[in-house]
């Protein structure tokens, strides 16, 4: 529901076909869509999991088929890298590659599993976000 309202917004009308998971992962498998919308978690604070899965050449869960191996480079340099602010500009320009490629696009962020920290100011959720609106987590400690 959440992607054909968001759809109806730039004037594309869908029709929602619900099915059971164990009849849509065989069909997406097969490329039987147009477009598709699946829930897809990993890691909730590093985006190793996700890129392998979601990315890589020859994944299981590449659900797209994308394989560039430009990306999958940069996608194994991030995992190796030690260093936080070399491995930040590294997953950033993953980022802007996979947008620029429309790899997969991202539709709505879920905020279920989100939390900051007490000193963080002015964090704004999503709006289009598919869970419920005033969560608010926070992790860590205020030390």
Known sequence: MLLIDQLKQ?????????????????????????????LTA???????????????????RNYTKYCNPEVEKLIDQQSRETDL??????VWAIERKL????????????IAGLCWQPYVKGFVLHHNSSTTIGV???????K
């Open 10 to 38: 730039i004037y594309v009308e869908g029709e929602l076909d619900v099915m059971d998971t164990s009849v849509w992962f065989p069909k997406i498998a097969r490329g039987e869509y147009s477009i598709g919308m699946n």
């Open 42 to 60: 990993g890691a909730i604070d590093d985006p190793d999991v996700n890129f392998y899965e979601s990315y890589a050449c020859g994944s299981e």
């Open 85 to 90: 602010e070399n491995r930040r500009n590294l």
């Open 99 to 110: 947008a620029e490629d429309v790899a997969r696009p991202i539709m709505t962020q879920g």
């Open 136 to 142: 608010s987590t926070t992790c860590g400690s205020d």
